[in-house]
């Protein structure tokens, strides 16, 4: 049964390859795909917060959400899944490839949705990758992509015969190398050349959440002069712990302001009593702290099942779902202009 398996699915590929793939064949890859998505997002769950996959969202919605840009048109009107096929570096010949081939771009997937759900929820994350991003071009390291992933290296960098960190062994690249924005990459670069056999070339996605992680509650401002074409920072000022930011009180601005807005809009219109915007404003709170420390809202009822109670799950989606996604999105839009100006 697993060998029937197996060759329906480099089959499938084949067709794929020959543009001629049936919509049965493409169901069939997907629920595959899927398949090997969830099982890294389960294999992973540790990585992800309870907070991003409460409430509404749950494993399978994210293993799904993971996999579903293979599945769609590009501009040369193919799909994803076969462009990646056909631009693999090695060759695709036998089953046992075929299935490398789908998990290796499955994880990489996986990977790369996670970052993307943290960086679209999170103004810090935003933050710390700007100026990771900035110093990367200060210092000529250049982009590159291997097995659908970004690392940064430097020009004179080789490859041969030696194998990408992965995202275990990154874990255990010391602290100490992690403390100075303006020198991580240089000592990140510098340590896998001298004291590991891994390609001296350093992957994104996988730096930033790590620095997010460690640095949760510390602050990062980078400022771009607009009328400068090298896009210079003033490097005075990127520097996690500069004290001209305060991070709890661009919390507390946020709450207040979410908080007046509720006011304003709802219980001076009569449209919410006093206990209901009183449950509101303690969700909104509790929503902005976990922003703070690195968390993504997107498990919305729980946040006011907390405050309300006996909050029944069509009583929320009738009446309060669309008032607490308005607020939270007041309070990441207050977050996000505060750490500009």
Request: net charge neutral.
């Amino acid at each position: 049964m697993k060998t029937e398996r197996k060759r329906k699915i480099i089959n499938t590929l084949e067709i794929l390859e020959k543009e001629n793939i049936t919509p049965g064949e493409l169901n069939e890859l997907a629920k595959f795909c899927c398949n090997i998505s969830y099982m890294f997002v389960i294999k992973n769950r540790n990585k992800i917060t309870p907070c991003f996959l409460g409430g509404e969202y749950n494993y399978k919605d994210f293993a799904i959400s993971a996999v579903t840009p293979l599945f769609l048109r590009n501009q040369q009107n193919e799909y994803s899944i076969r462009t990646a096929f056909k631009n693999w570096g090695s060759p695709i010949s036998t089953q046992s490839e075929a299935i490398a081939f789908l998990h290796k771009l499955i994880k990489s997937r996986v990977e790369q949705h996670l970052s993307e759900s943290i960086r679209n929820s999170d103004p810090y994350y935003i933050k710390l990758q700007r100026t990771i991003y900035h110093f990367a071009r200060k210092q000529n390291f250049r982009i590159i992509k291997h097995s659908g992933k970004t690392y940064f290296a430097k020009p004179d960098v080789t490859f041969a015969c030696r194998k990408f960190i992965d995202e275990e062994a990154f874990e255990s690249i010391p602290y100490y190398l992690l403390s100075n924005d303006e020198t991580i990459l240089r000592e990140i670069a510098a340590f896998l050349e001298s004291e590991t056999d891994f390609v001296p070339a350093i992957p994104v996605n996988i730096l930033i959440r790590r620095l997010r992680y460690l640095r949760g509650d510390e602050e990062y401002d980078c400022e771009v002069n607009p009328g400068d074409n090298s896009e210079a920072i003033t490097e005075s000022r990127i520097n996690y712990m500069d004290d001209s930011i305060h991070v709890n009180d661009m919390i507390s601005y946020a709450i207040s302001k979410s908080a007046a807005k509720l006011d304003k809009f709802y219980l001076g219109k009569n449209k919410l009593n006093s206990h209901e915007a009183g449950s509101l404003k303690a969700a909104i709170a509790d929503m902005a702290w976990d922003i703070k420390h690195g968390f993504s809202c997107h498990g919305l009822h729980s946040y006011l099942d907390t405050h309300m109670e006996s909050l029944s799950r069509e009583d929320y989606e009738q009446k309060y779902q669309n008032i607490l996604e308005y607020l939270l999105k007041t309070i990441k839009t207050t977050i996000a202009q505060s750490m500009v100006n």
